[in-house]
């Protein structure tokens, strides 16, 4: 935190500096009443009269630019950190492993970016603020009272362990509710984006009261921790001021009791202007007593939001870069689990790709079939094997290069809500090829759809693109991996929400732009992978079969089952309709 305030230390000086003057400043406005009593009041003298209320005026505008001055300069640090602290996290978010996701839900992190932020930065300018500025105030008004008179300050300052102390009991629990209340709010945020994303489930599934039910209780949760916050919190102050109420009273009693008896001369002034410096120094001592508390709640939220950023990024050992790969791949004995599943997903793959050839995976629903794109995109890296692009093991090349060299549409397709231009260019650089872009729309048959759209390829597609139907968002991720242009394509149940005319459509056009390039198909249609050149099987994250259409018929193994399967299913279809 001191290197992100050690970023802003211009603001952080000019702070300083006009909150240094506010807290002198209040120590003077305490320390002239003792004139303005003495030779304003019970000895009046002319020049005092004239003076002093000007003088007093000067002081409160003095007071009023420097607080102005101190605090604005000290939100401009505030809220600097706080945009500087965002822009890191969120950075350090999007390279983390895949494995992270899996561990750590989007609405945990965004109550992180949102709520912690705020709070560390937020801890950081009070504490900073309360250290600078209500320190010396303190230490100006506590030295003008010994000053006053130094019986009555001891009397005081006997009383402010006893503050201290009671400080640091309360602040002890603080700790443990705040972090509590953070998974809470971030229980809500979930519950709230699921139910979001979800409107439609919840309504047809009539769920709606089952939902509003989980929701109560989570906010409940909510209510409960932070009213316990609450109650700490609203303590400190009354038992501060009940604290100091007895300092007051005794102080009060030893001067009219035994020090105005002693008829001392000027003692009204004096002590007129002590109680003055009293009743100042309360506030910035109940704030330093809050400071701790503003720490703890500091602590918690900057360890969770410097958690991720000073989390691992992404590993990439790669230095190779390989230009524009022909598209040769090779998996030897690839073996691969989850990192948080001990059950190998994948064992001992074998396979070889030619560069320009059109492959194509097919096999049981979880079988391992998106699981072996992951690996070619190096999102996780195989337990034992190897795998090689062009030759060269994919660990070795530059993470980055890699990628740049696949082109995915993958089995959800993910829409940014972003016109859909936007989400075809995702990606590809800052060129625009207003050419290649016209190809794209016309091969993927995004132009079927998107000239009816209000805006056609400027329209915007919604969260995850709701506007859009499933075959058109389909057909936009088409796009989006054509128009990256990339050596080699993959295409994980690309067209499965296609119709099966439109499906036939799209994979005539995209042939055509898959020329020279390396495509990996993966289908549950196996119509649609009869023409691939090599169509491999996998059962159970075992390589079973491979061949072309041809000889895995002949072979009468899982594939001609199911393809049988399928091709009776379409026959009975057909004739029931
Ligand atoms: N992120 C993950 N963490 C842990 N296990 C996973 C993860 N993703 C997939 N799995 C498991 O790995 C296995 C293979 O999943 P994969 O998604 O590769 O199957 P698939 O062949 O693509 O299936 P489908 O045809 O249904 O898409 C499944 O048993 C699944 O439960
Ligand atoms: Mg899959």
Redesign the pocket.
């Known amino acids: 935190m001191i290197g992100y305030v050690a970023g802003h230390k211009w603001a952080f000086f000019v702070a300083a500096l006009f909150l240094v003057i506010g807290a002198g400043v209040q120590t003077i406005s305490a320390w002239v009443i003792e004139p303005l009593v003495n030779d304003g009041l019970v000895d009046p003298k002319p020049d005092v009269i004239r003076w002093l209320p000007i003088f007093l005026g000067g002081l409160l505008c003095v007071q009023a630019i420097a607080n102005f001055v101190g605090n604005y300069a000290m939100a401009a640090v505030g809220r600097g950190v706080i945009a500087d602290l965002r822009r890191d996290l969120f950075a350090r978010m999007v390279v983390l492993p895949s494995a992270f996701y ?1 561990q750590n839900s989007s609405s945990r992190l965004i109550s992180k970016l949102v709520y912690d932020v705020e709070q560390t930065a937020v801890a950081t300018t009070d504490t900073l603020t309360s250290l600078i500025k209500d320190s010396l105030s303190t230490m100006g008004l506590l030295s003008l009272m010994f000053y006053l008179d130094w019986r009555l300050t001891l009397i005081f300052i006997a009383f402010v362990p006893i503050i201290v102390v009671i400080m640091r009991l309360a602040s002890k629990r603080f700790r443990s509710t705040t972090q509590k209340i953070q998974d809470s709010v971030s229980g809500i945020t979930r519950l709230t984006r699921e139910a979001a994303d979800g409107q439609r489930l919840v309504k047809t599934y009539g769920a709606a009261a089952q939902v509003v039910n989980v929701f109560g209780e989570a906010n409940q949760q909510n209510y409960r921790r932070s009213m316990k916050r609450a109650r700490y919190s609203s303590a400190v102050v009354p038992v501060t001021t009940l604290i100091t109420g007895v300092p007051f009273v005794i102080i009060m009693y030893v001067y009219l009791n035994y020090l105005m008896v002693a008829q001392e001369e000027g003692l009204a002034g004096i002590f007129m202007s002590f109680v003055g410096a009293l009743v100042m120094v309360l506030s910035p001592i109940k704030r330093l007593g809050k400071v701790n508390e503003k720490i703890q709640i500091g602590i918690t939220s900057s360890m969770s939001a410097f958690e991720i950023i000073d989390m691992e990024a992404e590993q990439d050992t790669g230095t190779l870069t390989v230009g524009r790969a022909t598209g040769a791949i090779e998996l030897n004995n690839v073996n691969f689990a ?1 990192p ?2 001990t059950e190998a ?1 994948l064992h001992d793959i074998n396979l070889s790709i030619t560069p320009g050839k059109r492959v194509a995976v097919v ?10 794109t992951a690996l070619l995109l190096r999102l996780y890296l195989p337990d034992s094997g190897q795998i090689t692009l062009d030759g060269v093991d994919i660990k070795s090349i530059n993470l980055g290069e890699l990628r740049s060299q696949f082109a995915i549409v993958s ?1 959800e397709a993910v829409l940014f809500d972003d016109t859909v231009r936007n989400n075809i260019v995702f990606g590809s650089g800052s060129e625009f090829n207003a050419k290649r872009l016209e190809e794209v729309l016309d091969a993927a048959h995004v132009n079927e759809f998107v000239t009816d759209l209000p805006e056609g390829v400027e329209t915007r597609v919604g969260e995850n693109g709701v506007r859009l139907s499933g075959g058109q968002r389909q057909r936009v991720a088409i796009a989006r991996a054509l128009y990256r242009d990339a050596p080699v394509l993959i295409l ?2 690309a067209t499965s929400a296609l119709d099966a005319l439109s499906e036939r459509y799209v994979q005539h056009a995209t042939e055509a732009l898959m020329k020279n390039r390396t495509s990996l198909v ?1 289908a ?1 249609r196996l119509s649609t992978v009869e023409s691939a050149d090599e169509i491999i099987v ?1 059962a159970d ?1 075992r390589m079973t079969e491979r061949g072309t259409h041809e000889v895995l018929l002949a072979k009468n193994g899982l594939y001609s089952e199911l393809y049988h399967a399928q091709a009776s299913r379409t026959a009975s279809g057909q004739a029931t309709s």
């Open positions: 899996e989850y948080w599943n997903v096999g049981p629903s979880g079988s391992g079939k998106s699981t072996l089995q994980d149940e993966i549950h996998l994250g």
